[in-house]
């Protein structure tokens, strides 16, 4: 019997972005990211899942009508509550200030997931901004992607809440794939010792690797986009964290379209980190 003409949709890849610690610049790096994949041609959707006191919008200077919450209680479906920021990538909104979504109830649970899955032909990447800390709705929703990424900053109490949050990840899913990303670094070198006291520890009592995924450069530039709710990428595009997101992004370029689709609470086997593409090189 031959094969079929065309394969079937597999769905976007799925990278969750959470921390430990609040005020580590999560969302900023889940910002910067999705406009970086957008210049190379990727269509990216960003969902802030941090569904009570989302701040995405914010950060992009935009006033969403709708919410998450309007399609958890389906007076809204997914198409109509996203809006469309920098590069045309899309943003699916979360409320502010609304406690009842600090905690999702299974049927709320179940509604996301059927929401997200009509969105499996229509995107490359789906980027998910967690709330900081470590509740279920941030586990639930990491257990479902392809990659979780791990925010820290060189922070001493940063780096002890990244090392709790891999180990709940870890407890929660032994398969996911968690990646580390330190923001706020002053070089390279003091990005790269954060990652080997992580990864010593979670290799020794974790049994597992946490792989290092980068750094974004202090930069008062980064500060400057903040005010005026723009990407640094798009407000100084040749500003040192500028080019660390652009490395980034050329980084996860490289991870391959797969996997049965979005879900929320499903556990799945989650791929080997993708290795840096050639052009990883120009990008910076």
């Not at 210049?39 to 919008?57: C, E, K, Q, T, Y």
């Not at 780096?159 to 032994?174: G, S």
């Not at 070198?189 to 980068?214: E, W």
């Not at 080019?243 to 080997?272: D, E, H, N």
């Amino acid at each position: 019997m031959s094969a079929p003409e065309h394969a079937p949709a597999r769905g976007p890849v799925t990278i969750t972005v959470t921390s430990g610690k609040g005020g580590v610049g999560k969302t900023n790096v889940v910002v910067n990211l999705a406009v970086a994949l957008a210049r190379l041609h990727h269509r990216v959707a960003v969902l802030d899942a941090d569904f009570g006191l989302g701040n995405v919008d914010v950060l992009l200077g935009l006033a969403p009508p709708f919410h998450i919450g309007h399609v958890l209680t389906g007076e809204r479906t997914l198409s109509e509550i996203m809006v469309t920021g920098p590069l045309g990538i899309q943003i699916i909104p979360a409320s502010s200030g609304s406690r009842e979504l600090s905690a999702l109830t299974p049927r709320q649970r179940r509604r996301l997931t059927e929401a997200l899955e009509t969105l499996r032909d229509d995107f490359d990447f789906l980027i998910i901004d967690t709330a900081a800390g470590i509740s279920d709705n941030v586990l639930d929703t990491a257990r479902g992607s392809s990659l979780a990424l791990v925010v820290t900053s060189v922070d001493p109490t940063a780096v002890v809440d990244a090392y709790a949050m891999v180990k709940l990840l870890t407890k929660h899913d032994a398969r996911l794939e968690i990646g580390l990303i330190v923001n706020d670094a002053r070089d390279s070198n003091d990005a790269q010792l954060v990652h080997t006291q992580l990864d010593i520890a979670a290799t020794r009592f974790l049994q597992r690797r946490l792989h290092y995924y980068g750094h974004i450069a202090h930069d008062q530039a980064l500060r400057a986009a903040v005010l005026v709710q723009r990407p640094v990428v798009d407000h100084e595009p040749q500003a040192p964290s500028s080019r660390c997101f652009r490395s980034l992004a050329c980084r996860l370029s490289g991870m391959t379209k797969g996997g049965p689709g979005l879900r929320v609470i499903a556990s799945q086997a989650a791929p080997a980190p993708a290795p840096v593409p050639a052009e990883a090189l120009q990008c910076a």
